[in-house]
């Protein structure tokens, strides 16, 4: 890793180095280390010397070898800390972002009806989903799409999250589920986001959080649109939210409707997104929780020199005060 070429940002174990080639000077320790060792055999020999020990130890007092050998290792250790600080070391840590355009599919299915989750699907999913919006920060363009046999844009990109809200509260239930529908609708309503004045010609990052409970039943095929979210570098993160052991009643006859994981789970990975699933109101709260961790914070470089040049400090402090302890005279 010292070997990389210098003025190129170098990974190790979590961060990076802004300027590797100061590493280098981490080449010079090993020989700090062999002169040490050198002079402490040299030192011991010359001891051997003198033949009255008793003499030497009252014209020169025994030194506590440990305390020498701490007070060395302490400097060393200071000195790669302290290399490391002037190689300008950065991590990653997640920054709020400062915009984007967060699009809310719900699944208005008729199997969201069923009541394995209290008090039916469709209830529980607006709740959850309204908690989420409201989490969003402020300046991020929010909107919802209904998805049952057609799909429909029912709030264009807003940052007045109210509004958004408020429309989900015209959702109702439909027959059919058009998933491939709904992922074009969310990749128009994207489209639909308005312009940073600052930057007009900079698309503001986007996700797409889908809520279904079923699988497709007509409309175009979701794989594709998955592939064309991927293309568009929108993510889909996909939630599975309903039992095993739930049904509807249709037509005086009785519908088991599991959640369709397996779909879901394509649809997040052709889109470079991430799928979840969810069977009560708590687990969904905990995954729009996580979506919410996803979709408003991006990864970026911060410099922690600071942080390297004390733990540096801190040692040189400790290696000091083990060299003056060697200088004095113990009772």
């Known amino acids: 890793m010292i070997g990389q070429v210098i003025g190129q940002p170098m990974i190790l174990d979590g961060f990076s180095f802004a300027v590797p080639g100061r590493l280098l000077l981490w080449l010079a320790i090993p020989v700090l280390v062999a002169a040490y060792i050198v002079l402490t055999r040299f030192r011991n020999r010359r001891g051997m010397r003198f033949t009255n020990t008793s003499m030497l130890d009252v014209v020169m007092p025994k030194q506590s070898q440990w305390r020498r050998h701490l007070a060395v290792t302490l400097s060393i250790l200071s000195l790669i800390t302290l290399t490391a600080a002037f190689a300008q070391p950065q991590a990653q840590v997640n920054v709020p972002r400062e915009r984007a355009t967060v699009v809310v599919v719900i699944d208005n299915s008729l199997s969201m009806q069923a009541t394995d989750v209290a008090p039916n699907r469709l209830a529980a999913a607006k709740t959850a989903a309204t908690k989420f919006i409201t989490s969003l920060p402020a300046k991020f363009n929010v909107s919802v799409v209904a998805m049952a046999g057609t799909a429909n844009i029912v709030s264009p990109p807003t940052t007045d999250h109210q509004v958004a809200i408020r429309a989900m509260d015209t959702i109702k239930l439909e027959d059919s589920t058009a998933i491939g529908a709904g992922i074009d609708a969310a990749l128009r309503a994207v489209g639909q986001a ?59 006859k009785r519908y088991t409707v599991p959640p369709d994981k397996d779909l879901m789970q394509e649809l997040a990975q052709l889109s470079g997104g991430k799928m979840f699933s969810a069977a009560t109101p708590d687990e969904l709260k905990s995954v729009y929780q996580n979506i919410g961790s996803s979709v408003g914070y991006e990864k970026a470089n911060r410099e922690i020199t600071a942080r390297f040049a004390g733990y540096g400090l801190a040692l040189a402090v400790l290696a000091a005060l083990g060299a003056i302890s060697l200088g004095a005279r113990w009772p």
């Open 194 to 252: 308005p312009k940073d004045p600052k930057h007009p010609k900079t698309p503001a990052p986007a996700a797409i959080v889908m809520l279904s409970d079923g699988s497709n039943t007509t409309g175009p095929a979701p794989a594709q649109e998955a592939v064309r979210a991927k293309q568009q570098k929108i993510p889909i993160y996909t939630i599975a939210y309903g039992t095993e052991n739930g049904y509807v009643d249709l037509d005086g």
